[in-house]
């Protein structure tokens, strides 16, 4: 286990720079497993880093949510000339400089104001609490971000060992269909096959190529989605370093179903959606609710700056408004029932997602048998496939069979292969469909083993 775990390790620190380095010459070599496939696209791919700075939104947002508990504190200052002042003694202080109530004629002016919301109705409450479950909406959102791009880089990785696959099964038809035309020639010239049987064949050759294009074609044009999802050039070139193989699972419905309600993040979002939309009824309700406030000033005035900061020219407010609402034309109970709709939504949407959730694993399950099926009943008939092309050759050989015979023994044995071939692959992504529904990560497992 910990030798796999150094290979990942070691093919990573080789693999990612490739995949970030946009300075290198074009035209590298790059060797990828599964593992490192997956690994790279986490690191490179752009859609999981725009999520990953929608953590820091968030991060804001919470920070935003906290400061309307806490006091706003305003410094200011000012100059102000008037054509006539009030002179006025102050009967209460006769000591204090009359021009501090009244002002001067060139006024100037130095304040500090701390303003308080001590009661809003609850709606910074419900404003913070939702901004704390818009973190866990963000981390979650990236944990679903990386199980798509980790099933992405499954379907294109299985695909491109499929289009190989399909590659070799393809080019040794043509190969098996080549040798037979010139056995069918050599037997023309020497009087033991007819001309028919030569042309049969030369046809058979020429039907066979066109596959064969495709099929390399197809190897390419999977490289370039699977280049683009990593992040590397177009002009790179990628190979694998693996088979086209699966190991066989115990399928057991309930515990997947089970698995994937209590993991999967299109569940917990949904879960953590109803939570923001009851706590969004808290925020519409504050509008029926009043509104208590308190603020403070200190105040400086006085003709000449170099003498402000002074008892004689300084004077302080205090104060707490309380504010009821009355009638606000139904503003707010329209965006109470706007508040409680979406909660039912949101109720309901869960539900939906809980009914697709076991709608999934119920397809997944049935494709892992189906696969199951196909592979064991197409690996038998491989070798009986390979056998019965070999008799048809041998017979036609001898004179007893027809140049038909081979050639459809051939189709047999490719289609016998390729159908193999679709078997595995389709049980590989019928897999990785379930791992994505029952949210079962790759980076996990290896967490897992490294700890262990």
Request: include cysteine; hydrophobic fraction near 40%.
């Amino acid at each position: 286990m910990k030798k796999r775990i150094f290979i990942i390790l070691v093919c990573l620190t080789i693999a990612v720079p490739c995949g970030l380095s946009r300075a290198e010459e074009a035209g590298r070599e790059i060797s990828l497993s599964l593992d490192t496939a997956i690994y790279i696209a986490f690191a490179n791919n752009k859609d999981i880093r725009i999520q990953e700075q929608e953590l820091d939104v968030s991060k804001a947002k919470i920070l935003g949510a906290r400061s309307e508990f806490l006091p706003t504190v305003n410094v200011g200052t000012g100059y102000t000339r008037n054509g006539a002042v009030l002179k006025y003694t102050s009967t209460a202080n006769p000591k204090k400089d009359p021009g501090i109530f009244t002002g001067y004629e060139n006024n100037n002016l130095l304040s500090a104001t701390v303003n308080q919301t001590v009661y809003n109705g609850g709606a910074n409450v419900a404003n913070f609490k939702q901004s704390l479950l818009g973190l866990d909406t963000s981390e979650v959102t990236l944990r679903a971000k990386k199980l798509d791009v980790e099933f992405e880089a499954k379907r294109l990785y299985y695909g491109l060992l499929l289009a190989y696959e399909t590659e070799r099964i393809a080019q040794e038809l043509v190969d098996q269909a080549q040798a037979h035309y010139e056995d069918v020639q050599h037997m023309y010239e020497q009087g033991t096959a007819s001309r028919f049987d030569l042309l049969q064949s030369k046809v058979a050759v020429s039907k066979l190529v066109p596959e064969l294009v495709k099929a390399k074609n197809s190897i390419d044009l999977i490289k370039a989605d699977l280049k683009k999802l990593l992040g590397f050039k177009m002009q790179d070139n990628i190979s694998v370093d693996e088979r086209l193989q699966y190991t066989q699972i115990e399928i057991k419905e309930g515990e997947f179903l089970k698995e994937a309600y209590l993991n999967q993040p299109e569940m917990i979002l949904k879960s953590l959606g109803i939570d923001i939309d009851k706590w969004s009824i808290q925020m519409a309700k504050a509008g029926w609710r009043p509104q208590v406030n308190a603020s403070g000033t200190y105040v400086y005035q006085s003709n000449d700056w170099s003498d402000m900061v002074n008892s004689r020219h300084g004077n302080w407010q205090a104060g707490v408004s309380v504010n009821f609402p009355i009638f606000d034309a139904w503003s707010s109970k329209a965006k109470v029932d706007e508040a409680k709709a979406k909660y039912r939504q949101a109720i309901l949407a869960k539900a939906n997602v809980s009914d697709q959730i076991a709608l999934d694993i119920r397809q997944a399950c049935l494709d892992l048998r189906q696969s199951e099926a196909i592979i064991e009943s197409q690996r038998e008939n491989v070798d009986e496939a390979k056998e019965a092309l070999r008799i048809s050759i041998v017979s036609f050989e001898n004179g007893v069979g027809t140049n038909l015979d081979v050639l459809d023994s051939q189709t047999s044995l490719a289609q016998v292969q390729q159908n193999l071939s679709q078997g595995i692959y389709d049980y590989l992504m019928a897999e990785a469909f379930l791992d994505r529904t029952r949210a079962k990560s790759f980076i996990v497992e290896v967490k897992n083993e490294k700890k262990d």
